[in-house]
């Protein structure tokens, strides 16, 4: 089933959003600064392309200190939109009843990509 709701994902927007997440990533990883925030972005890329079956979980000793500065240091950069964006996307699959477990998904990625950091992609048990 997973699998099923994972190439239905891609193919109303799942692979854009992955693409955009990679894009911008590549971008911030044009700076040494803009590194950490990059390997993010490709984090989120990843589990946007396929995030039925999978979760972002804090890793271990997570949420630790730099990771809490790092996640405040998101925000204040401005990537909240993100998350706004998900939400917005989620509100509009959530329209039908056959969208709505899209919606959910854009729901936890909203979540997720508000506090990127300490983050693991994980499968589901």
Do not use: D, R
Request: proline letters at 5%; a positive charge.
């Amino acid at each position: 089933m997973n699998t099923f709701g994972n190439l239905i994902w891609l193919v109303l927007g799942g692979i854009l959003i992955a693409l955009i997440y990679w894009a911008v990533g590549l971008l911030m990883c044009i700076t040494v600064i803009g590194i950490p925030f990059g390997l993010q972005l490709f984090k989120l890329g990843s589990y946007a392309l396929w995030p039925f079956g999978y979760e972002l979980i804090n890793g271990p000793n997570e949420p630790g200190c730099v990771s809490i500065v790092m996640n405040l240091l998101w925000i204040l950069l401005g990537w909240w939109e993100i998350a706004l964006i998900h939400l917005v996307c989620g509100l509009i699959f959530c329209v039908t009843i056959v969208g709505i477990p899209f919606g959910v998904q854009h729901f936890k990625m909203a979540l997720n990509s508000v506090f990127p950091f300490g983050k693991e992609i994980k499968k589901k048990q």
